[in-house]
């Protein structure tokens, strides 16, 4: 038999159940970031929106290409270190993701007069939405 729509394997995050619901009832899948004019360069570790630019560390722009690849997804802080600076000590990874999650959104803000495409989860961690 052939089954009609979007079919979802186990495991898949929620995050994907809720586009998929979305779409079967017609509703658009949410932006991107190229759909708000965001753009980052890894070279120059450079953001840029529209015709304005920001400069950012290594760090904030491995952490922020990384949020960007993962977006709609909820990252805890513990995995964010290892996956995105391979660093695998857990004393004081909430601080220091918590600093650099703010500078990102500071740039944000600055950039597009808005910081809410860094979503906090209360107790659970960041989700990229465009």
């Known amino acids: 038999f052939r ?3 979007t079919v979802l394997k186990k495991p898949f995050p929620y995050e994907r159940l809720g586009e998929a619901v979305r779409e079967a009832l017609g ?3 949410r932006g991107s970031a190229a759909d708000i004019g965001l753009e980052l360069d890894l070279k120059s570790n450079t953001l ?4 304005r630019s ?7 722009a491995s952490l922020l290409s ?3 690849e993962h977006q709609g997804e909820i990252l805890q802080p513990r995995d964010l270190l290892v996956d995105v600076w391979q660093y695998h000590e857990p ?3 909430g601080t220091l ?3 650099h999650v703010s500078n990102l959104r500071r740039k944000l803000r600055d950039l597009t007069g808005s910081d809410d495409v860094i979503q906090t ?3 659970k961690g960041y989700r990229f939405v465009a």
């Open 66 to 68: 990384y949020l960007m």
């Open 97 to 99: 993701v918590r600093a």
């Open 91 to 93: 004393a004081g990874a």
């Open 48 to 51: 840029r929106v529209a015709d």
């Open 3 to 5: 089954i009609e729509g």
């Open 27 to 29: 509703h658009p899948r």
């Open 121 to 123: 989860i209360r107790g």
């Open 54 to 60: 920001a400069h950012l560390t290594n760090i904030e």
